[in-house]
């Protein structure tokens, strides 16, 4: 009888950055890799709020069983700074109780840690709650300012929580190397880099019609898909703009479309107006996932310039790989993992992080020359299908969780450096 026909194995994943309240790249990879995972019934424990119901039913028709757990993400607390750490630790303490029970209601075959940094108190937190695996992206491996006392204690117990795991799987070879450097040994570290689902993401049937229906002009029209926060690099664009236009290469037909929300929102809009772009910079808010995805196909290209922000980085830029497979080039910062998502000169362009003149003329090229945009465009489309589809990464991922659960000898490996090792 083959496996898929057995009674399905059972895997717990505690994510604390999770749908409805969080959509960024860990979330993709959760909701999309995760889903239908062929001989695994799949559990998630992430956070309470509101909306989680009409979520979480959506999520149960494709194959993920959501468990809201209090206290699994910290949340800023109020307060003078000892009452804020104890609140954090009440939480904390919540979390961990109510972890225990759906543990043992669940009894998985494997616990996996969503993140290392928020939830690294599960290396102290007994032998039930350490996980078999950390699903490590990147940005967590640096500590960004938490906003609470307790991101001391955090950092602190990130290196146990490291070692505690059977294994450590990083989603690009730059955070593979980070781990490394974590000391562990490197066969408790694997690299799975990130995928894209070219089903869904596919260039347009009708562009012209598209575009037509969206509104948008003639000229080059670019867009930034993000949360709106500091690493991104979004006011470094908006001032490379501003010198394009000192240089009288901004078209005057050109548009810059910002789908995203976050705290640097309102910074973003002030920076716009006070550079006198307001007239070609659209800021469009947080959109659902059909209209960003019509958003990526109606565009000409990509662009987010992603830098370091006191160690808080890009762990890899999903939504790179995304643009590519609707026939779109890109342009990102070569910091972090982003160099794993972008092939430069071929799926896109880089530019040196923070460099305001670098990323203007990288700009520059991309918007003066339509040749250089379809070729990088197509390119990226075959790239983003040969090296990132979603179903051969699952394949992957299945693989190595069947090897963890004792279903094969040893864990897989890969010789062609674009899957497990």
Request: include cysteine; charged fraction near 25%.
């Amino acid at each position: 009888m083959s496996s898929d026909a057995q009674v399905p194995r059972r895997l717990l994943l505690v994510a604390p950055y999770f749908l409805p309240r969080h959509y960024g790249g860990a979330v993709v990879v959760y909701r999309e890799l995760f889903a239908q995972l062929p001989g695994w019934e799949v559990h998630v424990a992430a956070p309470s709020g509101p909306g989680c119901d009409d979520t979480d039913r959506a999520l149960l028709r494709q194959g993920l069983h959501v468990h809201r757990v209090p206290g699994v993400l910290l949340d800023e607390q109020p307060g003078a700074a000892g009452l804020r750490l104890f609140r954090s630790l009440l939480g904390i303490w919540q979390a961990r109780a109510a972890l225990l029970r759906l543990r043992a209601q669940l009894a998985p075959d494997l616990l996996i840690c969503g993140n290392v940094l928020e939830l690294s108190w599960m290396a102290v937190a007994g032998r039930a709650l350490q996980p078999d695996l950390n699903y490590v992206h990147g940005e967590e491996l640096s500590l960004p300012s938490l906003g609470r006392g307790v991101a001391v204690l955090l950092k602190r117990l990130r290196p146990r929580l490291l070692r505690a795991a059977r294994l450590n799987l990083a989603v690009s070879e730059p955070t593979r190397r980070s781990l490394l450097a974590f000391g562990l040994d490197d066969t408790r570290v694997r690299l799975l880099p990130n995928f894209v689902d070219c089903r869904h993401y596919q260039p347009a049937d009708d562009l012209p019609g598209l575009r037509a229906a969206l509104g948008l002009r003639p000229g080059p029209v670019f867009l930034a898909l993000a949360r709106m926060v500091r690493r991104k690099g979004l006011d470094d664009l908006l001032r490379a703009l501003a010198e394009l236009r000192v240089q009288a290469r901004l078209p005057a037909s050109f548009q810059l479309r910002l789908v995203g929300e976050g705290p640097e929102l309102v910074p973003l809009q002030q920076l716009a107006e006070s550079l006198g772009l307001e007239g070609q910079v659209l800021f469009r808010g947080r959109l659902s996932g059909d209209d960003a995805l019509r958003e990526l196909q109606a565009c000409d290209a990509l662009v987010m310039p992603n830098k370091n922000i006191n160690g808080d980085d890009e762990g890899f830029g999903l939504v790179f790989l995304e643009a590519n497979a609707c026939g779109k080039p890109v342009l990102g910062g070569a910091s972090g993992g982003v160099p794993d998502a972008i092939e430069d000169e071929v799926s896109g362009l880089l530019a040196r992080p923070g460099d305001i003149e670098h990323i203007a003329a990288q700009l520059a090229r991309l918007i003066e020359s339509p040749e250089l945009r379809q070729a990088l465009g197509c390119q990226g489309l075959e790239r983003a299908r040969r090296r990132f589809d979603l179903q051969a990464r699952r394949a992957q991922l299945r693989q190595l969780l069947d090897a963890m659960a004792g279903e094969v000898a040893a864990l897989p490996t890969a010789t062609s450096g674009e899957g497990l090792r």
